[in-house]
């Protein structure tokens, strides 16, 4: 079964930067390659929203408009990872990001809950 371990949360000043990671495992005849991943995050007393999605190759990646321009998703596909860069971060960015996986499928059916697997979530908490 895959499991997706988020990891590199933690407490930033507004206008400081993190780098979000998650490692993929639990791979058999599908490999990890074949996933479209992505990033979600909720904030306290908010509903779960999209903020990133990469492509299987890592060629494409689209964000909302809130994020686009701040925060990058790559994918290591030999090390079976992805990763978040945030930059110019913000309060309002303050939340748990969560890693997801979705296999066979595009970007926009991850974004619209057409999720496979879920990190258990990384804690992104930014003072100002």
């Known amino acids: 079964q895959v499991q997706l371990v988020e990891s590199g949360g933690g407490l930033v000043q507004a206008g400081g930067s993190l780098r979000l990671s998650c490692a993929a495992s639990?791979?058999?005849?599908?490999?990890?390659?074949?996933?479209?991943m992505g990033w979600f995050r909720q904030a306290p007393g908010k509903e779960r929203a999209f903020v990133a999605a990469?492509?299987?190759?890592?060629?494409?990646?689209h964000y909302p408009d809130s994020v686009k321009g701040r925060f990058t998703v790559s994918r290591d596909n030999a090390k079976n990872t992805v990763y978040l860069q945030m930059n110019n971060l913000t309060p309002e960015d303050t939340a748990v990001y969560y890693c997801?996986?979705?296999?066979?499928?595009?970007?926009?059916?991850?974004?619209?809950?057409?999720?496979?697997?879920w990190g258990k979530g990384a804690l992104v908490t930014v003072s100002a």
């Open positions: 639990g791979f058999t005849f599908i490999t990890f390659s074949s996933y479209t």
């Open positions: 990469v492509s299987w190759g890592g060629g494409t990646t």
């Open positions: 997801a996986a979705t296999f066979g499928r595009a970007w926009i059916d991850l974004k619209s809950g057409g999720v496979d697997n």
